[in-house]
Every structure is written in structure tokens, then in C-alpha cells.
């Protein structure tokens, strides 16, 4: 079997457990798996990102920018953003490279049931037509396809210029792109791949909000 990142050859490790035990293969090489760096210890109860202080300024200045009525509950992310994930990242999302998505399912399904209410409706963010039709997936729905709960995609997305291409200010002052193709009374986890400044995720948890869902949170894969 080979790396599906390097795509170097998996030599796997005989040990007695898998001499036994049929045990999952590896779909990363000990080199690749080692280069991605797990979120762990002290973190922004509210967006997930490595800090000393239970909210970080990034959720306090939110905090201010919504009147203390934040739309999102929490984030939770896995991954910090780095070198390596922003390589896998860019071969899996940008040049449609399916499979690759496959290497987060295992870490992604463990680290949802501890995090989320058991009752909420899991709805991943759309990509709009255009931009659909440029990656031939979307990457937000294979992940919450990973997930032992139904998704909903109830969101659709209007076409509109890369939140990347945008200031922090142009970001805040966007128009929100959602449509909400239904509204639900249920609390919603928003699922996606990347956190970055989190305006993409509260434009949709407003919306949401302002339609009858009492509470939405986000499980993202990675928080830059």
C-alpha cells in the first residue's frame, strides 16, 4: 500500500496485536502522519484555537462585533494549520484528489460524539455552482458524510469571490452568501474543513438562528 500523501510504499510494523487482529492500514507513512500536528492542551473554549485564556481576543472581539449574541455556540477543530496539512489540503480540495480526504475519516468520526449534542442536525457549508463545478466535490459534505449521524444540506450558496482573496475587514463586511432551503428547530452542527477568521461559519449560524434553530455550533478539520 502506498502513502496517499508522499505516495511512498507503507511498510507496515509486525507486532503481536496484528499478527491476531486484522487492524486498519495506515492510509499515511509514519513520515506524513508525524508531520500533521493535533490541536491538544490549552485551548479557546470558542473557536478551538491553541491559547493560554479560556476565550482567546479573537472570540472576545466577536463577542463585541455581535453584542455579546454570537451566533456560533463553539467550534471545535482537530488540526492546527501548518506546512503539511496545507500541502494535503491543497492536493485533496484544490486539485481534486478524492481519496486523499479519506486520511481524517478515523480521527475525524472519534472526536465528534465527545463534542456535540447527540440530538443536532449535522449540515455541512455548500459550495456554490461555479465553484462545485471547479472541484467536482465538496469537500464539507465528504466530511460530514464521515460522520455516524444523517447530514442535512440545507444551506445553498451564492456565488461570490474567495473569502481567501478578502481582507479581514472585506470579510466582515460581506454579504452573507446562505440561503436556507428549509429551517429546522433542532441545534445544528455546521461542518467544514477549515476555520480561519469564522465569518463564513457565522454568516450561516446566523441565518440559521434567525429561522428557528436555537443553537449551532461548527466541527471543522483544521484551524489556521
Not at 55 to 81: G, V
Not at 177 to 193: G, H, Q, R
Amino acid at each position: 500500500m502506498h502513502c496517499l500523501s508522499c505516495h511512498e510504499v507503507i511498510m507496515p510494523e509486525t507486532t503481536w496485536d496484528n499478527i491476531f487482529f486484522l487492524s486498519k492500514p495506515s492510509k499515511l507513512c509514519n513520515v506524513c502522519e508525524q508531520m500533521l500536528y493535533i490541536l491538544q492542551g490549552a485551548r479557546c473554549v470558542r473557536c478551538s484555537r491553541e491559547h493560554a485564556s479560556r476565550i482567546c481576543p479573537d472570540c472576545r472581539r466577536w463577542d463585541r462585533f455581535y453584542a455579546e449574541e454570537d451566533p456560533l455556540t463553539y467550534n471545535f477543530s482537530i488540526y492546527w494549520y501548518n506546512a503539511k496539512i496545507q500541502e494535503i489540503l491543497a492536493q485533496w480540495k484544490y486539485r481534486g484528489d478524492y481519496e486523499l480526504g479519506n486520511v481524517f475519516k478515523e480521527q475525524f468520526r472519534a472526536s465528534f460524539a465527545t463534542n456535540f449534542p447527540s440530538d443536532a442536525v449535522v449540515i455541512p457549508i455548500p459550495l456554490s455552482k461555479e465553484r462545485l463545478r471547479e472541484r467536482a466535490f465538496n469537500q464539507a459534505q465528504m466530511l460530514a458524510s464521515m460522520l455516524p449521524v444523517e447530514m442535512n444540506p440545507i444551506l445553498a450558496r451564492v456565488h461570490s469571490e474567495k473569502q481567501s482573496k478578502k481582507s479581514r475587514k472585506e470579510r466582515l463586511n460581506s454579504i452573507n452568501p446562505f440561503k436556507l432551503k428549509k429551517t429546522i428547530e433542532k441545534p445544528a452542527i455546521l461542518v467544514d474543513d477549515l476555520y480561519t477568521t469564522g465569518i463564513t461559519l457565522r454568516h450561516a449560524a446566523t441565518l440559521l438562528k434567525n429561522n428557528g434553530c436555537p443553537n449551532v455550533y461548527a466541527y471543522t478539520l483544521i484551524r489556521a
